[in-house]
């Protein structure tokens, strides 16, 4: 779940043109660094074997997002099969999966909505 987590989350902004700005308005490099907040890049994960095939299925569906006025609300489910099937996924993997992809679901409307 932690390479779902870490794909959910939002990439840090590029500040150039926030510390260019600055810079020319007379700022400090000081001042500026205390007025911007430090961004790091990402960090790479560890994706075991056995988990591979539901992330690349993940992977696939993050565009498949049900939304409502409120935000996202969940996958449409009604992409999956279709998915499956274009990835040659076997039948009798697709339950695993599906429940793999549900928790992935679940992590991943647990970062969006922290981030709001």
Do not use: H
């Not at 810079?23 to 001042?31: H, I, N, T, V, Y």
């Not at 500026?32 to 907040?37: G, V």
């Not at 994960?45 to 006025?69: D, H, I, K, M, Y």
């Amino acid at each position: 779940m932690e390479a779902v987590r870490r794909q959910c989350g939002r990439s840090p902004p590029d500040r150039t043109a926030d510390t260019q700005a600055l810079r020319a308005a007379g700022m400090s490099e000081l001042q500026i660094s205390q007025l911007l907040p430090v961004t790091t890049a990402p960090v790479p994960f560890e994706l075991w074997p056995e988990n591979e095939t539901a992330f690349a299925l993940w992977c696939s569906l993050r565009t498949q997002w049900r939304v409502g006025p409120a935000g996202l609300i969940g996958l449409d489910y009604a992409a999956i099969p279709a998915v499956m099937e274009l990835q040659g996924i076997p039948p009798d993997q697709r339950p695993a999966l599906f429940a793999a992809l549900r928790q992935c679901e679940a992590v991943a409307l647990d970062v969006f909505y922290q981030e709001k």
